[in-house]
């Protein structure tokens, strides 16, 4: 078990990428700790496969290092690497029995024999595939597959990391949960590093200490689940944490106010001049509903009742804006306004957070 | 589901059964009719029961033909299937040498036998052959005219070169077929080029090897062209296999009633054969 580093890593699936988007993944420095348990979100096609990959050997990195510990092992085989790593779809060796299956890996780095049983035994306890341990891989289906695959990938003890690659995808709803679960479990008992990659927030924020999400090629935020939905440091990140996203405006900012539509909103903290495409955001859980000349001119379109909360879902100035009620709460029928909650209101240019604090020290 | 019985749907198939019955069933039973028969021609018949059959079964030449023959399909089995096998693990997957790879290998099949049969015929002559001329110069004794071991080596590696193809591009087809994520998932459990080969690539290729093993035997154990055009069964009788002893007997010797009965029991013969080949690798498969 190790911490593992990348360092100014980036990869193009071409040979000779001259323009921005020829790079599948663009230059990134990251950790992950030793012992963490993270998501890697985002969603298809923007560059989470390929990081997995880089990082267990599959791939090797067009530029940038990456290191287990403070050895370099960028040009390491996956095979030196020790990794572990479950596919979005079921891999299984079909003429093998399952305990054949999960004894593989093991077996291929020569472990003795009773070790291996006591290991597989283990396993095959925490995927519920205890009974059928002699029946033949081939035949089985395919979410009976994919534990297998998983356990597999939880078999060995010694490994630096386990990379998920969307591991729940063909599993059922309940029995995703109750693998989700297991991991978490097996996380706390085992200590691995553990990266799941997932374009599931709910499977993300479930499973993970800390999520990293990912938008077109490079890591846009890396946090705890909390700090991602408070502060979403880019609007992505707003937009995919969150049932409805945060809401974007566009906007003039001038110190502590800010002009939407024609209405004066104001802000929790002063700001400096700022180029670009200015926006705010505000999480449709820090908005309300008025009806007086308070707030921006809302129109309400459509009501939905998820059950604990309802969704106001309405237009300001054109732009779609959701607003949560919870049920406590009454829902006024003549309601044309939304009121803001300053505390709760970020300031985005060009679609990443602007940080008073910050902005502050650089002035 | 509750499938709808009609049994007017008999008729749907009556014309693929007329068909059959007069390309195959019709001239088949022919053959029967001669099998059991006497005849000194001017289409007259006499009853001869089972004696061609037993003639058959107890003739020596016949089971020296057959003998041959095993040993003819046997040996490019053993030296085909595998070299199919290390050839297609060895072709590119893809780009611009998958599709060259592909044409080279797909070359022996296009020729027709007989061509094949002359190719080798002229490439293993002592006097202008380059195979049979450069091997003499090099002081082997080479000589598939009047040696039955170079006549059988020369035919052995004729149909090596002909058919290996074949198996090659079906095992191609049944490689190409494996995800990726399977050779990866190889990668990360550490399994060696010959567990990869052994877990993964084989039972992935399976089926189409099952295809290849049948096809080959098939195609083996009836040869006729090729050897009869190369040494025509010579030199003495060392390379007549069974067809060619067949068509000897029926149209050189105009022995209808054995030629008949040889027939029905060679074609008896690779029924049964294949049978057992399918279903030892079905079986086979299953425990693999």
């Known amino acids: 078990m190790t911490q593992i580093t990348l360092e100014n890593l980036a990869h193009s699936y071409l040979p000779n990428p001259s323009k921005d988007e020829d790079w599948a993944l663009k230059p990134m420095n990251m950790v992950w700790e030793d012992g963490g348990a993270y998501a890697l979100l985002g969603s298809s096609g923007c560059g989470k496969s390929t990081l997995l990959n880089i990082i267990s050997g599959l791939l090797v990195p067009s530029k940038g290092r990456i290191l287990f510990g403070d050895s370099d092992v960028t040009a390491l085989p996956t095979l030196e690497r020790n990794i572990a790593q479950v596919f979005q779809f079921p891999v299984v060796y079909d003429t093998m029995s399952v305990r054949e299956n999960l004894a593989f890996p093991l077996k291929n780095r020569g472990l003795p024999l009773d070790q291996i049983a006591s290991r597989v035994a283990e396993v095959a306890e925490m995927i519920g595939m205890a009974e059928i341990l002699d029946r033949r891989a081939r035949g089985l289906t395919a979410d009976a597959k994919q534990k297998i695959s998983l356990g597999r990938g939880m078999v060995r003890q010694d490994v630096n990391a386990i990379l998920f690659d969307e591991p729940l995808t063909v599993i059922d709803p309940h029995m995703k949960w109750e693998l989700r679960t297991q991991l978490k479990d097996l996380h706390r008992r085992f200590g691995h590093t553990m990266i799941y990659v997932t374009h599931d927030q709910t499977e ?155 902005q502050e020290r650089a002035a | 589901m509750d499938k709808p019985v009609n049994n007017r749907a008999w008729f749907l198939v009556m014309p693929v059964l007329a068909l059959v019955a007069f390309s195959a069933l019709l001239p088949l039973m022919t053959v029967v009719n001669y099998s059991l028969q006497d005849t000194f021609g001017g289409n007259q018949f006499f009853w001869a029961g089972l004696e061609w059959f037993e003639d058959v079964v107890h003739s020596d030449r016949i089971r020296a033909a057959l003998g041959r023959q095993v040993l003819f399909s046997a040996s490019i089995l053993a030296i085909e299937i595998p070299l199919g096998i290390f050839i297609a693990l060895n072709m590119p997957k893809k780009g611009v040498w998958a599709s060259f790879c592909l044409v080279v290998m797909a070359l022996p099949l296009l020729i027709p036998w007989n061509v094949v049969g002359t190719i080798w015929q002229v490439f293993g002559r002592v006097d202008i052959g380059l195979l049979g001329y450069t091997l003499t110069k090099l002081g082997i004794s080479y000589n598939y005219v009047n040696d039955p071991i170079a006549a059988w080596i020369t035919i052995i590696v004729m149909d090596v070169w002909h058919w290996t193809s074949l198996v090659a591009l079906l095992c191609y087809a049944g490689l190409q077929s494996i995800p990726d994520a399977y050779y990866q998932a190889a990668k990360i459990d550490q399994a060696s080029r010959w567990k990869v080969f052994r877990y993964i690539e084989l039972p992935k290729m399976q089926g189409v090897l099952l295809i290849a093993v049948l096809l080959r035997f098939m195609d083996s154990f009836m040869i006729y062209t090729e050897p009869f055009v190369l040494t025509g069964g010579g030199p003495g009788n060392a390379t007549t296999f069974l067809s060619i002893d067949l068509v000897k007997m029926a149209v050189g010797q105009f022995d209808l009633g054995p030629a008949a009965a040889f027939s029905l029991i060679y074609f008896l013969v690779i029924l049964v054969i294949s049978f057992v080949f399918y279903t030892l690798m079905t079986k086979e498969g299953e425990a693999l």
């Open chain 1, 204 to 358: 993300a924020l479930t499973f993970a200490d800390q999520v990293v999400v990912m938008y077109d090629g490079q890591v846009v935020q890396a946090g705890t689940p909390q700090a991602l939905f408070d502060a979403p440091e880019h609007t992505f990140v707003g937009y995919f944490i969150g049932s409805p996203g945060m809401n974007l405006l566009d906007a003039k900012i001038d110190g502590d106010a800010a002009h939407v539509a024609g209405t004066h909103v104001s802000l929790a903290k002063g700001y400096g001049p700022l180029k670009g495409h200015t926006q705010i955001g505000i999480r449709p859980e820090f908005m309300r509903l008025g009806t007086g000349d308070e707030g921006l001119p809302f129109k309400v379109n459509r009501i939905e009742d998820v059950g604990h909360h309802r969704i106001v879902r309405g237009q300001v100035d054109g732009a779609n804006i959701n607003v949560v009620v919870p049920e406590s709460q009454p829902l006024p029928a003549d309601a044309n306004r939304v009121i803001p909650d300053p505390a709760h209101i970020h300031v985005y240019t060009d679609d990443w957070r602007v940080d008073p604090a910050r």
